[in-house]
């Protein structure tokens, strides 16, 4: 079984920059599609990052050149936001996904970490 757990999240003022983790840990396949995801108050979960499992890597448009996703040797994932907006306000979930077609949708994640909040402001 796979555990993911998020850490990294806070309160920054707009310009601002962090760094989101998620450890993993159980048995990871370093084939696995990953994602970052997030869910706004009000609103549905939307991906903000993707990693195929040949490492490709594409980014929702408001966020590229800003967020940068990534993988270490041991499956650990992260997600380093710069120059963060207000917009950007939301619980971040990071995601594994066995098998990954097309398109990113949340039904195609197998496994999921516990969110970590985060907030933007002036």
């Known amino acids: 079984q796979v555990q993911l757990v998020e850490s990294g999240g806070g309160s920054v003022q707009i310009g601002g920059s962090l760094r989101l983790s998620c450890t993993a840990s159980?048995?990871?396949?370093?084939?696995?599609?990953i994602a970052w995801f997030r869910q706004a108050p009000g609103e549905g979960r939307e991906v903000v990052a993707s990693m195929d499992s040949g490492g490709s890597t594409e980014y929702k448009p408001s966020v590229e050149g800003r967020f940068i996703a990534s993988r270490d040797n041991a499956n650990n994932l992260y997600l380093t936001m710069n120059n963060l907006k207000a917009e950007d306000t939301a619980i971040y979930y990071c995601?594994?996904?066995?098998?990954?077609?097309?398109?990113?949708?949340?039904?195609?994640?197998?496994?999921w970490g516990q969110g970590t909040q985060v907030t933007v402001s002036a």
């Open positions: 159980g048995y990871i396949d370093s084939t696995y599609c």
């Open positions: 995601a594994e996904a066995r098998v990954c077609i097309g398109y990113p949708f949340v039904h195609q994640y197998d496994y």
